[in-house]
């Protein structure tokens, strides 16, 4: 399941209300969270400074999963705000650090990301990490309207916080030669489902390639 969807299943009242009129949609490649919106990605600039490209405001801004690319985040941020109206909203969504990185930087599942995200903390163990509170009141007018962990789905027990990617060497090369066969062989719908279970007791387990989600979402709107 891709993101946007994960993410539009968890949409309540307030979500469906912000994100109405004129909105952009940074980072969002061929799947925009609303077929409306204005799409913005690499092909269109780089969104590090994204208002030598784009010179409008819009009732809101809308970003999932591009702000961890982003070389200076808080920097970034500010160059978002300057596209959304007085009374407008910004919404972006991040990785969470202990849910997704698992303790462990450079990140494991997506080498692109060069910062973590956390709700808040006094100190991470990630030398990147951004408290994505501090980055709300860092905004100017701007009014925290929502800020959650989205962690629908996730499997904590599956956590391995801080453990290398690969624990066992010999699980490796057995479970690579299982890979490649189940590619070649089976289909999914009839995966080894024993083994499968098992997978996680040897590997670091990036659970997002599935419904769970390890997020972070805030909204912020911007006083008039």
Not at 152 to 180: A, E
Not at 201 to 211: A, M, N, P, S
Request: contains cysteine; charged residues 25%; glycine residues 6%.
């Amino acid at each position: 399941m891709d993101e946007a969807s994960k993410t539009k299943a968890l949409w309540g009242p307030l979500e469906h209300q912000i994100l109405q009129g004129n909105g952009i949609d940074i980072g969002c490649g061929p799947d925009p969270i609303l077929p409306n919106v204005r799409r913005f990605d690499v092909e269109d600039g780089d969104a590090n400074c994204i208002t030598q490209y784009v010179h409008e405001q819009f009732d809101f801004v809308f970003s999932s999963h591009c702000l961890e690319h982003m070389f200076d985040p808080q920097k970034t941020i500010l160059e978002w705000w300057q596209l959304v109206k007085p009374g407008g909203h910004l919404v972006f969504i991040v990785p969470d650090e202990d849910l997704y990185e698992q303790g462990r930087f450079p990140s494991t599942f997506n080498i692109d990301h060069k910062a973590t995200f956390t709700l808040s903390k006094h100190r991470s163990w990630s030398p990147v990490s951004h408290n994505v509170l501090d980055l709300a009141n860092s905004l100017p007018k701007g009014k925290l309207i929502k800020l959650e962990l989205q962690d629908i789905g996730y499997d904590r027990r599956l956590l391995t916080f801080g453990s290398p990617h690969v624990t066992n060497p010999i699980m490796w090369l057995v479970l690579r030669v299982y890979r490649c066969i189940r590619r070649r062989v089976f289909n999914y719908k009839y995966r080894l489902q024993m083994f499968e279970k098992r997978e996680p007791l040897y590997f670091r387990c990036d659970q997002t390639v599935g419904k769970a989600m390890a997020q972070i979402q805030c909204i912020v709107q911007k006083q008039a």
